[in-house]
């Protein structure tokens, strides 16, 4: 580690900001931002591999599901288990790939990532019987934990300011577009035993993403704060476009770095660093308890259950793929040009009326073409809502407002925290239907909206277009980290 002449914040201590020169000068509003290198775009592309894999892991067991209660006689508690054990693995995986990744780096991360899922995914397709394949499923949760803390981490730290929104929001689509695959897989393969093969498709891009990352650099920030600040200054080289000031971007980095932060748990109850992490673990948890998974992962099987047939309950599985990719693309965009904050206050308002509408839909049983048309249309509209207004913002607010010192631990903090409250809605979707019904459970979710707009209004900063180290800044200084970025 690189000597450093900061004196350490004892915890609960305010470190004084640093000096206001330090921010770069704002653009002008008629000037175009300069060309992002093809590098960046290369980099993003490869490591959101883990986000396609993330979706398809997690987005399978929705078709699989049909089939599996049969071949290997699940009860509802059997099929909760099924699908909730990933979510276990994947909370362990986020809480220890956070630690991995402050000492070996993002990118060997990453690697161990994709060599997990293909073991994983390899397991689960010869498994022998349901104790395997919860084994097996344990196993592709810790790749999925590893994968959702760390590769938004990794773009963060590679992209550019101005593109990073719609660079990590690609993670979200590419999670998007795996759950679609997997929508795909389900149906295409729907006759029994079909979901051996649908688990081993999964091993196809695990072993992309693994080589592709022996050929990608490590961030630059993760470089800088392990003493290797002339391979750091190569990779921005590599990254950033022509007349880019390198120097000064590595300069704030340093001072990011060596603001008194070591990477330890301990660092996260320092008092300047809780306004970031309350808003990126009160996000972690709405992204959950607004109800997205439960739709994600019971869609077809809570579609069959209301009367309608296998085959309509897997293409409207389909369907609800289909939105993701819709919202993934649309939430790129948004949240670069709309901003984070505003996405998320314009879109989870139909969120929460999509979702209240599902579960007056559910009041009586599904028995007419009304009804039935009425649950699909708001199941889409909900998706496609909640796609853009959370699903899009996620896994970008936490990266971005966590400071660098603390980052990879914080994060895994954040994502374990999302994990935790998506296995509790698994473990409980199903049971909540037997207990108050399809009705009651969705306007459970219903209310969970209304209160997480709530919480965005009071806590969420805008990050749009600002470095990662102005954004600390603006948290070190202390009092309404809201107000403070705004003000910058």
């Known amino acids: 580690m690189p000597e450093r002449t900061a004196q350490r914040a004892r915890p609960g201590d305010t470190p004084d900001p640093a ?17 992002t290198p093809a590098a960046v775009y290369a980099v993003s592309a490869v490591s959101a ?52 990744a402050a000492r070996y780096g993002r990118r060997a991360v990453v690697i161990g990532v994709a060599v997990v899922f293909a073991a994983g995914a390899a397991a689960a397709a010869v498994a022998a019987g349901v104790g395997t394949l919860i084994a097996a499923r344990f196993v592709l949760g810790l790749a999925v934990g590893g994968a959702s803390g760390m590769v938004p981490v990794y773009i963060a730290e590679l992209a550019p300011a101005h593109v990073r929104g719609r660079l990590m929001v690609l993670f979200q689509l590419m999670v998007a577009i795996g759950q679609l695959v997997a929508y795909l897989c389900g149906w295409a393969l729907a006759d029994s035993g079909g979901w051996r093969t649908m688990f081993a498709l999964a091993v196809i891009p695990a ?60 660092d996260l109850r320092q008092r300047w660093v809780r306004p ?62 709309v901003g984070r904050r505003r996405t998320m206050l314009w879109f989870l308002p139909g969120s929460a009326v999509a979702m209240a509408v599902l579960a007056l839909a559910f009041v009586g049983p599904v028995d007419s073409p009304a009804q039935r048309w009425t649950v699909i249309v708001a199941l889409f509209a909900y998706i496609l809502c909640n796609g853009i207004g959370m699903q899009a ?48 459970t969705f306007l459970f979710y219903a209310l969970m909206n209304v209160t997480c707009i709530a919480f965005v209004a009071a806590k969420v900063p805008e990050t749009r277009g600002r470095s990662l180290e102005s954004i600390e800044r603006a948290l070190r200084r202390g009092g309404s980290f809201r107000k403070a970025l705004d003000e910058t």
Not at 19 to 34: D, G, K, L, T
Not at 261 to 266: E, T, Y
Not at 406 to 434: E, M, N
């Open 19 to 35: 000096p206001a020169a330090a921010e770069p000068a704002a653009r002008p509003p008629s000037q175009a931002p300069p060309p």
């Open 49 to 100: 591999l883990g986000g396609l894999l993330f979706g398809y892991d997690t987005g399978i067991i929705s078709g699989a599901l049909l089939h599996l209660r049969d071949d290997l006689h699940l009860t509802s508690r059997g099929q909760e288990i099924v699908v909730s054990v990933i979510l276990l693995g994947a909370m362990a995986g986020a809480l220890v790939s956070g630690r991995l």
């Open 207 to 266: 072993v992309a993403l693994g080589v592709g990352m022996l050929f990608l650099p490590e961030s630059p920030r993760w470089l800088v704060g392990n003493g290797r600040s002339g391979d750091a200054r190569a990779v921005l080289t590599r990254l950033r476009p022509a007349g880019h000031d390198v120097e000064r971007e590595l300069a704030e980095i340093a001072d990011a770095a060596g603001g008194g932060a070591s990477g330890s748990l301990r």
């Open 276 to 337: 970031a992490l309350l808003v990126a673990v009160g996000i972690a948890a709405f992204s959950q308890l607004t109800g997205i998974n439960a739709i994600v992962y019971y869609a077809p099987t809570i579609l069959v259950d209301a009367g309608f047939g296998d085959s309509a309950a897997l293409l409207t599985g389909i369907g609800i793929g289909v939105m993701l990719v819709i919202a993934g693309v649309t939430g790129a965009v948004a949240v670069d040009r």
């Open 393 to 440: 913002v996620v896994w970008l607010i936490g990266p971005e407002i966590l400071p660098l010192g603390v980052r990879g631990p914080a994060t895994g903090l954040a994502t374990v925290t999302l994990w935790g409250f998506d296995l509790l809605i698994a473990l409980s979707a199903l049971t909540a239907i037997k207990a108050v019904g399809q009705s009651g």
